[in-house]
Structure formats: C-alpha cells, structure tokens
C-alpha cells in the first residue's frame, strides 16, 4: 500500500515559473523525503525533512512539512526544462523497527521551454 | 562502486520461468531495500535487509519472490514460476544507516537504475 497521495498528479509550467507539489501522508512519520525520477528509472534524492523542523532549503528547492496537517510541499523556485521528470514524496515511520521509505504516485512535472 | 548498480537493466522471461535479479549496493551500506514499480505508479516496497538478515520482509507479495544477501553486500531478488504481472521495474536500494527509528541522523537512500523486467 501507498502511504502517501501526491497533488496534482500532473503540473505544466513554463520554464522560468515555480512549481509546487502537495504531499499528504497518514500515520506519523520520522521524516519524509522527495526524490526524482527521469524516465521511469532509478530515483534521484533531492531533500530530506525530519518531523520536528518545518522548513528546509537546497538550492532551488524549498520544502515545507506540517505535521497536523500530516503534509509537505515542494517548491521549485526558477524551473527549468532540466526539471522536467516525476517528483515523489517518501515517508519513514516513527516506529523504530519499521525503516523503510513508502512512496505516494507521484507527480509528474513538465516544464515548457 | 561509486553507486548502486544493478544487472541487468532489462530482462524478458517465458511465464513460468525463474529470474535473478541482482543488486550491488554501495561499499559500506549496511541497509539494503528492493521495491518495485509498476508504470504510473510509485515504487512499492517488497523487502529490507539490515546486514544479512530480512529485518522486514512484508511487501513479498507471494511465497513465489525471495531475496537473500548472504554477505551482507550483495543481494538477489530470486522470482520463481513467472507470471505476467510480475512485469515491472525492480528497483534497488542502500543506505548507510537504517532510514529512520532510533539513529540520530536520518539518512537519504541510493537508488540503482533498476532491472526492467518483462514477462511474455
């Protein structure tokens, strides 16, 4: 099963323009991570956010995590057609025997040069 | 090696055959995870090594997939009798440090390319 359920499913932009992606989650989390994929192959971390910090930046990327709301979003600032791939948010519970990542379906991004 | 690596990138198999699929993680990982995933769809966790051991083996979907990693390094997803909805993408995983619970750094996953697998 899928503990997470990215929104929208699918987002076109022009290059230049920011993105945003939506994570909900269910069950409490120890952190929760975003990863990219290019053409259905290997998956690419690009940020990780544990559950007591709210807000964390890397370069272009901005990401935020609201645990009562069981949420996060991603926010890239600036696109670029190079930023064209499927986006997913991944979650690690809090349970300490449970160390596994569960991904929602992903997003995927298009970015029009 | 430098990543995870995974061979072979693409497999086709008659259904009802046997496959191997092999991961190499990256030197030093003592976590290890397979996942697979179908198109459109996100990766779907089958197995997690920490070392040698299965420490959670509940994503298999059936008795008919078994993983093992004798030496703690290299690991194998082994599918008996194929079946046609087995076809997928099986993606490997490594870590440092298991991904969450009690460490006190939380650590990200390496991914390899993943093994295209097609069942005719």
């Known amino acids: 099963s899928q503990q997470g359920e990215e929104d929208p499913q699918a987002l076109s932009i022009q290059e230049g323009e920011n993105a945003t992606m939506n994570c909900s989650y269910k069950?409490?989390?120890?952190?929760l991570q975003w990863y990219r994929q290019n053409s259905g192959r290997g998956l690419v971390h690009l940020i990780l956010?544990?559950?007591?910090?709210r807000e964390k930046h890397s370069g272009r990327l901005r990401v935020t995590l609201d645990t009562s709301k069981k949420s996060s979003s991603l926010l890239i600032t600036a696109s670029r057609a190079a930023d064209t791939a499927s986006y997913f948010c991944?979650?690690?519970?809090?349970?300490?025997?449970?160390?596994?990542?569960?991904f929602g379906k992903g997003i995927t991004l298009s970015v029009r040069p | 090696g430098a990543g995870v690596s995974q061979t072979p990138s693409n497999k086709v198999t008659e259904k009802g055959k046997y496959v191997e699929l092999r991961c190499d993680p990256i030197?030093?990982?003592?976590?290890l995870y397979w996942y697979r995933q179908s198109l459109g769809q996100g990766p779907e966790f089958l197995i997690y090594?920490?070392?040698?051991?299965?420490?959670?083996d509940s994503g298999l979907p059936n008795d008919r997939f078994f993983a093992v990693r004798p030496e703690g390094s290299v690991s194998t997803l082994k599918i008996q009798r194929t079946e046609r909805g087995d076809s997928a993408v099986y993606l490997c995983?490594?870590?440092?440090?298991?991904?969450?619970?009690?460490?006190?750094?939380?650590?990200?996953?390496?991914f390899g390319q993943g093994t295209r697998l097609t069942v005719v």
């Open positions: 090594f920490q070392g040698t051991g299965a420490a959670d």
């Open positions: 030197s030093g990982h003592t976590a």
């Open positions: 956010i544990r559950s007591n910090e």
């Open positions: 069950t409490s989390i120890n952190n």
């Open positions: 991944a979650t690690v519970y809090l349970t300490g025997a449970n160390s596994k990542l569960t």
């Open positions: 995983a490594s870590s440092s440090l298991p991904l969450g619970g009690r460490t006190p750094m939380n650590t990200e996953a390496f």
